[in-house]
């Protein structure tokens, strides 16, 4: 098949699609991505890249088409409006002129935004191509719950804008069960809506970390409680804090922050203005490839999201490299999330936003045995192994966009009522 892939974001951006990507050319299949210049998490433009260079790029044989758009900065309020609106405004003018060609599919992956469909639904008319649509982010929801829109006008335009796009696609993926009931709300047709899932990229495994290794040399020592991702507003960074105040009294307890996103420089104040400079440890971004590495030296990997609706009925993406890696994990998440870690029996459990509540996981899995400890990471990847494995989920996705693909009319047609 010819599969095009929209997605705002893309390699050297790390998300999950970079990997989708490389298991449907692995599979036989000729993709090409259309993405916006690489920006994430940063919010500058990378090095090698200009508003309006390169257009054209090959990632590991994959012919990747770019757009511009304007940097998202700091991530928050007009700046973050431009930088969706000028993506989806960009490539649905110019990606008619540069994707070339028939496409038996269009897949698209949404993390956030929700305009990204906007493009596909041109090129979708254009080449009468069927449109997939991965929803990792609902929209309008996402926009409150992290509190980037407020006014309730916008929000119900946000929603028609949704409708508009869900009613129009194929099928619409959703990364969490939960999921389903909102977007089937907002408009999808429910027999078009499907359960599809995340999983970690084949380099997410367990490891075990020489004795040389380069990564031991950033430890700190003592029970160390490793956070890997974005450091923004949902990741609930108030609430880490807290439960590093509560814990000041146990000096043996470190946390280890690997990653940036736009609330890195209040977390670095916020870090010397209560004194935990020797208890909470930034250390930056690093290459993907290199998590299991840092996992492999840590006693316990958090995960966190604010006390939402919203996020009760997500699975944080990281979720799944986790417990890929074999690792015990402190889930400060409720619903959904927090209800996959309990059934793999991968870890500890506490209430989102809840300071005393982590500190007191943090406090129990480090009065554990190590060998307890490890019978915990060995059923985190029994689990991963059973609900979450790459080649199954590759299986599933294939086969609907082979169904697509066979019938583009009727798959459309299902879609597109008003």
Same mark, same amino acid.
């Given at each position: 098949? +010819?599969?095009?892939?929209?997605?705002?974001?893309?390699?050297?951006?790390?998300?999950?699609?970079?990997?989708?990507?490389?298991?449907?050319?692995?599979?036989?299949?000729?993709?090409?991505?259309?993405?916006?210049?690489?920006?994430?998490p940063?919010?500058?433009?990378?090095?090698?890249?200009?508003?309006?260079?390169?257009?054209?790029e090959?990632?590991?044989?994959?012919?990747?088409?770019?757009?511009?758009?304007?940097? +998202?900065?700091?991530?928050?309020?007009?700046?973050?409006?431009?930088?969706?609106?000028?993506?989806?405004?960009?490539?649905?003018?110019?990606?008619?002129?540069?994707?070339?060609?028939?496409?038996?599919?269009?897949?698209?992956?949404?993390?956030? $935004?929700?305009?990204?469909?906007?493009?596909?639904?041109?090129?979708?008319?254009?080449?009468?191509?069927?449109?997939?649509?991965?929803?990792?982010?609902?929209?309008?929801?996402?926009?409150?719950?992290?509190?980037?829109?407020?006014?309730?006008?916008?929000?119900?335009?946000?929603?028609?804008?949704?409708r508009?796009i869900?009613?129009?696609?194929?099928?619409?993926?959703?990364?969490?069960?939960?999921?389903?009931?909102?977007?089937?709300?907002?408009?999808?047709d429910?027999?078009?809506?499907?359960?599809? $899932?995340?999983?970690?990229?084949?380099?997410y495994?367990?490891?075990?970390?020489?004795?040389?290794?380069?990564?031991?040399?950033?430890? $700190?020592?003592?029970f160390?409680?490793?956070f890997?991702?974005?450091?923004g507003?949902?990741?609930?960074?108030?609430?880490?804090?807290?439960?590093?105040?509560?814990?000041?009294?146990?000096?043996d307890?470190?946390?280890?922050?690997?990653?940036?996103?736009?609330?890195?420089?209040?977390?670095?104040?916020?870090?010397?203005?209560?004194g935990?400079?020797?208890?909470?440890?930034?250390?930056?971004?690093?290459?993907?490839?290199?998590?299991?590495?840092?996992?492999?030296?840590?006693?316990?990997?958090?995960?966190?999201?604010?006390?939402?609706?919203?996020?009760?009925?997500?699975?944080?993406?990281?979720?799944?490299?986790?417990?890929?890696?074999?690792? $015990?994990?402190?889930?400060?998440?409720?619903?959904?999330?927090?209800?996959?870690?309990?059934?793999?029996?991968?870890?500890?459990?506490?209430?989102?936003?809840?300071?005393?509540?982590?500190?007191?996981?943090?406090?129990?899995?480090?009065?554990?045995?190590?060998?307890?400890?490890?019978?915990?990471?060995?059923?985190?990847?029994?689990?991963?192994?059973?609900?979450?494995?790459?080649?199954?989920?590759?299986?599933?996705?294939e086969?609907?966009?082979?169904?697509?693909?066979?019938?583009?009319?009727?798959?459309?047609?299902?879609?597109?009522?008003?």
């Open positions: 098949m +010819r599969i095009l892939i929209v997605s705002q974001y893309f390699w050297p951006e790390s998300f999950r699609i970079n990997d989708l990507a490389l298991g449907l050319k692995e599979r036989g299949h000729k993709v090409t991505v259309l993405t916006g210049m690489p920006n994430y940063a919010g500058v433009l990378f090095q090698g890249y200009s508003m309006f260079s390169p257009t054209r090959v990632f590991k044989d994959i012919p990747v088409l770019r757009v511009p758009l304007i940097p +998202r900065g700091n991530g928050k309020g007009w700046r973050l409006a431009l930088n969706y609106l000028s993506f989806a405004v960009c490539a649905s003018l110019i990606a008619p002129l540069r994707c070339k060609g028939t496409f038996d599919c269009i897949f698209v992956y949404e993390p956030s $935004p929700v305009t990204v469909g906007l493009p596909a639904l041109v090129l979708g008319r254009l080449k009468r191509a069927p449109i997939l649509f991965w929803v990792q982010d609902m929209w309008p929801e996402s926009l409150s719950a992290t509190g980037a829109v407020t006014s309730a006008f916008l929000l119900r335009w946000v929603g028609k804008l949704v508009f869900y009613r129009r696609c194929a099928y619409v993926l959703v990364q969490s069960e939960g999921f389903i009931p909102h977007v089937t709300a907002t408009g999808a429910p027999l078009r809506v499907k359960y599809f $899932p995340n999983w970690a990229e084949n380099f495994r367990p490891v075990l970390a020489s004795d040389d290794a380069p990564e031991r040399g950033e430890m $700190p020592e003592g160390r409680v490793m890997a991702g974005n450091i507003a949902a990741q609930s960074f108030e609430t880490l804090l807290a439960a590093a105040e509560h814990l000041r009294s146990h000096p307890i470190q946390w280890i922050i690997l990653g940036d996103g736009h609330q890195k420089r209040w977390v670095e104040d916020q870090i010397v203005r209560r935990l400079k020797d208890h909470i440890h930034l250390l930056g971004h690093r290459p993907a490839e290199s998590m299991p590495q840092y996992f492999a030296l840590a006693d316990a990997l958090l995960v966190s999201l604010r006390k939402d609706p919203l996020f009760a009925v997500t699975i944080p993406s990281k979720v799944q490299s986790y417990l890929a890696c074999g690792r $015990p994990v402190i889930a400060a998440l409720e619903g959904t999330g927090a209800a996959v870690v309990q059934a793999a029996g991968a870890g500890v459990v506490c209430e989102p936003g809840d300071s005393h509540g982590l500190a007191e996981a943090v406090l129990t899995l480090s009065r554990l045995s190590s060998q307890e400890r490890e019978q915990m990471g060995q059923r985190a990847r029994d689990y991963y192994e059973r609900q979450f494995e790459r080649s199954v989920l590759l299986d599933r996705l086969a609907m966009l082979q169904e697509c693909a066979r019938n583009p009319i009727r798959s459309r047609g299902l879609t597109c009522a008003s």
